[in-house]
């Protein structure tokens, strides 16, 4: 009788440990990153900046698109538009533009036969005198300073990899969770033409 009593309780607890966490919130789940690509839960705009290198590093457009909101626009510099805009589009690059452009590079350099750790590099350094905001809330501005190479780009390849300057609007959600709303680019200091911004080498592939 003691040992069936000892069972019955046993069982009592463990249906309360289980009901119990079954009705606890749960984090989100991550996109899928794979074993390759390290990806961390965007609690902060800085860590989605990281998860951004990484994914276009690793190639995998669904870590990269789940960097940014669904609303995502692409603002490229105005001195490009001017300069470039007779060849081509920077108009309307919001989400779907953005996700096919990228395809297009990853399948790209993908097919340029060199290593698969040359393919893609990217490095963005925060900027001193724009620092990341404290503690931020709904949204934030994030900037940083690029160098981007796309393998066999004419003007983001290896000799001459892409440079500029971002500036990221990014949004929180309700569950708290940062992702890119936009990505506003702009040419370097001391820009001289030798290395173009990430928007020039990106609209050749759209």
């Not at 490095?123 to 940083?144: F, G, H, K, Y």
């Not at 066999?152 to 300057?165: I, K, L, M, Q």
């Not at 929180?172 to 702009?186: K, M, N, V």
Request: glycine share 8%; hydrophobic share 40%.
């Amino acid at each position: 009788m003691r040992y069936r009593s000892i069972i019955v309780l046993s069982v009592v607890a463990a249906i309360t440990v289980m009901s119990c966490s079954f009705f606890e919130p749960r984090d989100p789940e991550d996109p899928d990153p794979g074993e390759e690509i390290p990806w961390q839960q965007p609690y902060s705009p800085s860590t989605v900046v990281v998860n951004l290198e990484n994914a276009m590093e690793g190639r995998s457009i669904a870590i990269t698109m789940a960097c940014c909101d669904s609303s995502y626009m692409f603002i490229a510099d105005g001195a490009d538009t001017t300069e470039f805009g007779g060849s081509w589009n920077f108009g309307n690059w919001d989400y779907q533009v953005e996700q096919s452009t990228l395809m297009n590079i990853y399948n790209f350099v993908t097919g340029s036969g060199l290593p698969v750790d040359s393919l893609v590099y990217v490095v963005m350094n925060q900027v001193p005198e724009l620092p990341d905001p404290v503690a931020p809330t709904d949204s934030a501005d994030i900037w940083r300073d690029y160098e981007i190479v796309a393998a066999g780009s004419d003007y983001a390849g290896w000799e001459n990899p892409a440079r500029g300057r971002v500036k990221f609007l990014m949004v929180e959600d309700t569950y708290g969770l940062w992702s890119i709303r936009s990505w506003f680019d702009y040419r370097p200091d001391g820009y001289t033409g030798d290395h173009y911004t990430w928007g020039v080498a990106k609209a050749t592939f759209r």
